[in-house]
Every structure is written in C-alpha cells, then in structure tokens.
C-alpha cells in the first residue's frame, strides 16, 4: 500500500533560507569594481589625454589576446602530449591562471589590467594555484562529510499548476504484514 503525506502549498517566508554572503556582497563588489575602473580611466585620461587611455585599452586588449592564445595553445600541446603517451593529462601547469590573466588584461580597465598582468608571474601562479587547491579539497570534504540522507530530504513533487507538494512516500512490502497483492493503481492525472 501507497500512501503519501501531504501539506497543503502556502509560502512560507519564515522558513526560507538564508542569502549567502556571496550572493549579497558579489553584486556591490562588481559595482565597486566598475566605479573604480572609470574613475581611474578618468584620473589617467584627465593627466595625460584620451587619446592615451585608448592606447592603454587597446595595448592591454592585444597583450591579453597573445596572452590567451599561447596559454591555449600551451594547453593543446599538453592535452595532446598526455594522449599520445596513453595517460591522462595531469594538471594545467599554469594554463588556467595565465588564461585568467589574459582575460583580465582584454577586460577595459586599469585594475583588471595591474591583476592580469600579476597573474602572469610564475610564483604568484604557484602561490594562487596552491591556495586554490587548498579550498577545492576543504570545500569536497565538507560536501562529503554530509549525508545523502539531506539530499533525498530535500525531494518535492511539482504538480502542473507550479505548487510544490512536499512529502514521503511509504512503501509496504507485499505479504509483510499478511496483505495479499494488490492490484497496481492507475496513474494519476491532475
């Protein structure tokens, strides 16, 4: 026998969790970014002239595009080395944080630009990619120190009408308490 609890879907804005910090503070900080990026355009543009700062742009728009495409191609090279050699390819070498670098420099800007061009130092890769891997392994062993348990609890149905009916479905084992098998139900329809 089926059964299904069920609650009827009304919103409930007491049990809605929490905004992480990220989600909150991503948003001033790329708009603290962007302040900083046009007013420092416009300190460089007003002590020399536009015509300068439009020389930077372009010169860190080309630079970051050499940048890019060597990273790839370095990338390519790795990635088919790995194959030849019948193994799987280890990591990037730098590939990634010198992409990033390229990147940061192609985007208009003078801070984006002094980043992009400090990525580009070998030990500061080392150093960033390091850090990386550090908070990538604490962050899955935290995932996984979790139970799986947390994510079925978090199952619900959703009906056609966009309502989200939560609950648990309990399953009877045929002939566990004496009960002959019963006929299988029709699907239901909404």
């Known amino acids: 026998m089926t059964t299904g609890a069920s609650t009827p879907s009304t919103p409930s804005f007491s049990a809605r969790p929490r905004r992480s910090r990220i989600r909150t503070f991503l948003p001033l900080g790329v708009a603290a970014w962007l302040v900083l990026e046009i007013w420092l355009l416009t300190v460089v543009a007003g002590a020399t002239s536009g015509f300068m700062v439009f020389l930077l742009l372009l010169a860190g728009f080309v630079l970051g595009s050499v940048v890019i495409k060597r990273a790839g191609r370095r990338a390519f090279q790795n990635l088919n080395e790995a194959l030849q050699r019948g193994g799987s390819p ?8 010198m992409m990033l ?19 580009l130092i070998p030990p ?30 978090q199952a619900r149905m959703h009906r056609p009408d966009g309502k989200v009916v939560q609950g648990e479905v309990i399953r009877d084992e045929p002939g566990a308490q004496g009960n002959a098998p019963q006929e299988p139900r029709p699907p239901l329809t909404y």
């Open 124 to 153: 500061v890769q080392k150093a960033v990619s390091r850090y990386a891997e550090r908070t990538v392994d604490r962050k899955l062993r935290e995932a996984a120190s979790g139970s799986l348990g947390d994510v079925f609890q």
């Open 90 to 97: 280890q990591g990037g070498g730098g590939n990634g944080l």
């Open 101 to 119: 670098g390229g990147l940061l420099l192609m985007i208009p800007g003078l801070v984006s630009d002094a980043v992009g061009l400090v990525l």
